[in-house]
């Protein structure tokens, strides 16, 4: 039989790398695993402050109206002459091991903080997955509130819980949680520099503006007023 009876059928000659469909597609599946591992770690932080809202923030303001529900004063403030203010005067925070000698001696018990003796601490993580410390301290300070007269503001001394160490994602979280807004200067959470303001305008936390790489952002304080 004649060989040229058979014919080979054509092939297609593959050289090496990809083609665009096959790039694309590769660029596409990266992308879904990417945003599917940023929507993750996202959704964790969130569940993370969340608890640390719940459980060590309003964990230490219970502690606070447990104490002074069993002493009858507020921490640190003297019982022959009480002035009920924290530490018995203005700007004298209580803070690390006499806040937590303060409350172990009155047989309070502290929520969960960073490590057993540092009660008062806790570490979290920012949005680009920075360990962050978070520090709680009682103090009294001067808060304003609305006066007789519409649109205007008093200043009275309050007692509050400092949050040393707050992230812009944190502050707007913590205020939103016991605000139900974010505002730096109104509510009860505020920024330390709006707390005595008697402004009648809204302000944003300080370090929260747009576009702003919260790792680069600077902490802030925040006041959160205490129930008495």
Do not use: K
């Amino acid at each position: 039989m004649n060989s040229s009876h058979f014919r080979r059928s054509p092939q297609t000659t593959r050289h090496g790398g990809f083609t665009l469909v096959e790039l694309s597609v590769v660029l596409v599946i990266i992308g879904i695993i990417l945003a599917a591992v940023t929507i993750g770690r996202d959704v964790q932080r969130g569940a993370a402050n969340q608890r640390l809202a719940t459980e060590f923030v309003q964990g230490w303001a219970l502690a606070y109206d447990t104490y002074f529900n069993g002493t009858g004063q507020v921490p640190g403030d003297p019982a022959a002459d009480p002035t009920g203010l924290v530490n018995g005067a203005l700007d004298t925070p209580l803070c690390g091991l006499a806040l937590r000698g303060a409350m172990q001696a009155a047989g309070i018990t502290l929520p969960n903080g960073r490590a057993e003796g540092s009660e008062d601490l806790a570490v979290y993580l920012d949005a680009a997955g920075n360990p962050r410390q978070l520090q709680v301290c009682l103090t009294a300070r001067q808060w304003s509130e609305p006066a007789a007269t519409p649109g205007s503001y008093l200043v009275r001394n309050r007692n509050v819980m400092e949050l040393i160490g707050l992230t812009p994602a944190l502050a707007s979280m913590l205020d939103n949680q016991f605000d139900g807004r974010i505002d730096a200067r109104f509510g009860r959470l505020r920024e330390d520099a709006h707390a005595a303001s008697v402004a009648a305008a809204s302000q944003p936390w300080s370090a929260a503006q747009p576009g702003t790489d919260e790792a680069q952002a600077p902490l802030m304080t925040g006041y959160l007023r205490l129930s008495r």
